[in-house]
């Protein structure tokens, strides 16, 4: 066939790809119990996007601040989304093989990290 070596890091990354999808039907099953099936899932949605946009958004707000042109009210609505909800930038394995800082560790020590 195509000879393509099978790496660790696939595992790694369904695995990741795995507590994504729990977390994300752990919301849906709670609001699916509070509100009709189609505001459940639109809620699902937005919390899934939304938590992957978070770390970002917390890092627009913090480079704008320097600038002053932000309203402090936004920087406290940012802080407490990125607090609150799930922070799925983290369980990305983009972050592991492009960041240079996370070199020093090890696979093992990387995906406990990103589980506990």
Same mark, same amino acid.
């Given at each position: 066939?195509?000879?393509?070596?099978?790496?660790?890091?696939? *595992?790694?990354?369904?695995?990741?790809?795995?507590?994504?999808?729990?977390?994300? #039907?752990?919301?849906?099953?709670?609001?699916?119990?509070?509100?009709?099936?189609? #505001?459940?899932?639109?809620?699902?949605? /937005?919390?899934?996007?939304?938590?992957?946009?978070?770390?970002?958004?917390? *890092?627009?707000?913090?480079?704008?601040?320097?600038?002053?042109?932000?309203?402090?009210?936004?920087?406290?609505?940012?802080? /407490?989304?990125?607090?609150?909800?799930?922070?799925?930038?983290?369980?990305?394995?983009?972050?592991?093989?492009?960041?240079?800082?996370?070199?020093?560790?090890?696979?093992?020590? *990387?995906?406990?990290?990103?589980?506990?």
């Amino acid at each position: 066939m195509h000879n393509i070596p099978v790496e660790i890091y696939y *595992f790694q990354a369904i695995l990741l790809s795995y507590v994504k999808i729990l977390v994300v #039907l752990s919301f849906l099953i709670f609001f699916s119990t509070l509100v009709s099936p189609f #505001l459940s899932l639109l809620s699902s949605l /937005f919390i899934y996007f939304v938590s992957h946009a978070s770390a970002f958004m917390l *890092f627009f707000t913090k480079m704008r601040k320097s600038n002053e042109d932000i309203n402090p009210f936004m920087e406290y609505i940012m802080q /407490f989304i990125y607090y609150i909800l799930p922070n799925f930038h983290d369980l990305s394995m983009k972050e592991y093989f492009l960041s240079p800082y996370l070199s020093n560790y090890t696979d093992t020590h *990387f995906m406990l990290s990103l589980i506990a």
